[in-house]
Every structure is written in C-alpha cells, then in structure tokens.
C-alpha cells in the first residue's frame, strides 16, 4: 500500500512506553485544533479535538495539550501499543471551520 | 469504515486527460471538504462545501479544478487538462456542522498521470 510516511519525522518508542508527539501551528486566529492518524492506503482517522479555551482534554489512552501563548499542540499516547504506529497529523481551522490547515506529519514507530 | 465513500479509488490518466472523482459523504452531514495529499506530506485543503454552496477555495484549485456538491449530498471534483504535478491522493472528508466538527475521511482517489 501506500506509505505516507517518507522522509517525515520519525518517533521510535518501545510498546508499553508512554509516547509525545509535538506539533507548531501558525495561526493565532485558529479556534479549533484535532489530532489525526493516518495508516498506510488510508484517510486520516479522527484521534482526538481541543477547542482553543481549553487547554487540556483527554481521550481514551490520549491526551492532548494545547498552549495558545506558544502555538503548540501535543498529543500524548499512553501504554503505547503496535497498532499505535501510523503518522500522526496535527491540524487547526478558524472559528468558521471553512478551512483546515494540516501539520507535515511525524511517523510513529512502536517497536515490539 | 467511516461511511465516506470515494470512486474510484485509482485512477490513471495521460497528462492533458480530464479526469472526475466522486465522494459520497455521511449522510445527512452539512459540510464537505477536499483535499490533496502528496507522499510524505499532511493534507492539503482545497475546497469546502457548506449544503451544495461552495464557501471556500484555497488558492492551490487552480482554473483546471473544479468542484459541485450540486444537491448537498454527493460531490465531484473534475481536474481538466491533467499535468504530472496533480499526481497525488485526492481525498475527501465530511461533518455533520451545527457544532459537530469532527471530520470522516473518505479513503482517497490515487492519482497517477503519465
């Protein structure tokens, strides 16, 4: 199938180990921000959203930590399984939600 | 299977062919979205439907692309004049709106022109 991870960067962590992926977004006007996960031939999958009055939400297994003064957004990935490995998408709209801008992506790798 | 279905899911043309794709989104969903998607980089937004009115274009939709959602359900994307460099995974995502915003993803048409 398709890889959609070429030359993106990548994340190796040991199954079991809690995992950290970091994303930087541009837009001081962006309202709403959410987490996907893409695997190989696939569309994203929805993970996880945040609005922007909020600063933390949580998942099953996930969280997601959003810090409007610096423009970053994290997802966290807890006891980190096999079929966590994929690339992970940031990716934020205005209020209006006309429009979504995506981050380039970072290839999970969970090693057995 | 998130219920957002696109045709076909492969498709390769000679440049200068015109090429259409098709999505089906989740029914009854208000809002749909297409986007460009090459190897090894995050989706590119191209287009966005509120119903069949086409709100939004990125500067990216060229004079060549063009999109309808003709009754607010299904939607089309036509390229005309195809080039090497349109050559990516088109894909297409659909949400309920009314303060429900998670997007479906359909699982993308494969582009290939020769």
């Known amino acids: 199938g398709e890889s959609v991870g070429l030359h993106l960067p990548t994340l190796s962590v040991q199954e079991g180990d809690n995992s950290i992926i970091n994303c930087a977004y541009s837009?001081?006007?962006?309202?709403?921000f959410i987490w996907y996960k893409q695997e190989s031939g696939k569309g994203p999958q929805f993970i996880i959203d945040?609005?922007?009055?909020?600063d933390k939400r949580q998942g099953q297994r996930v969280t997601v930590l959003l810090n409007k003064t610096v423009k970053h957004l994290s997802l966290q990935i807890a006891a980190t399984q096999p079929g966590d490995s994929a690339v992970y998408f940031c990716a934020e709209t205005p209020y209006n939600f006309n429009k979504f801008y995506f981050g380039s992506g970072t290839k999970l790798n969970v090693k057995p | 299977d998130t219920g957002v279905s696109q045709d076909p899911r492969h498709k390769i043309t000679k440049r200068g062919q015109n090429v259409t794709f098709r999505c089906d989104p989740i029914s009854e969903h208000n809002r749909l979205y297409w986007y460009r998607q090459t190897l090894g980089q995050g989706p590119e937004f191209l287009t966005y439907f509120q119903n069949e009115a086409q709100l939004e274009k990125s500067r990216l939709l060229s004079d060549r692309f063009s999109a309808e959602r003709p009754k607010g359900s299904f939607s089309t994307l036509e390229i005309q004049r195809t080039e090497q460099g349109d050559s990516a995974m088109y894909l297409c995502a659909s949400s309920p709106g009314r303060s429900q915003e998670t997007q479906y993803f359909g699982p993308g048409t494969r582009l290939l022109v020769l």
């Open positions: 837009n001081s006007a962006s309202d709403y």
């Open positions: 945040i609005r922007s009055n909020m």
